[in-house]
């Protein structure tokens, strides 16, 4: 069996982007509709229409504004990171359990063969 390699390596908390991602959109859609509510009302266009025309414009900067903070957070992230000492060892082999044969029915032909 061989020597188990040690090497340093180093650990840290990452943030999960695609979670920044999905909140940032979501608060752009948010948005969107606090500002249709917010603003009067325009008879050329309905109020749905503009809650959609506004977060199909503001989900993609949200979820781009999220994906900046996500690097922002992982950035400060890499300050906390350890050195710690890993080691590389072989993984121990499966062992597998022998199947048991499936013994073949016995005709009566066989037993007037014998």
Not at 44 to 69: D, N, R
Not at 81 to 105: C, K, L, N, W
């Amino acid at each position: 069996m061989s020597e188990p390699q040690r090497r340093s390596v180093r650990v840290r908390r990452s943030p999960k982007i695609g979670t920044f991602l999905l909140i940032g959109a979501v608060l752009g859609v948010l948005v969107a509709v606090v500002a249709v509510n917010v603003t009067p009302a325009d008879a050329t266009i309905s109020t749905p229409q503009a809650v959609g025309f506004l977060a199909l414009l503001l989900a993609p900067l949200g979820a781009a504004l999220g994906a900046v903070v996500a690097l922002v957070v992982d950035r400060v992230s890499e300050r906390g990171a350890r050195i710690v000492e890993a080691e590389r060892t072989a993984p121990a082999p499966v062992e597998r359990p022998e199947e048991p044969v499936a013994e073949r029915p016995v005709d009566q032909e066989d037993v007037d063969r014998s």
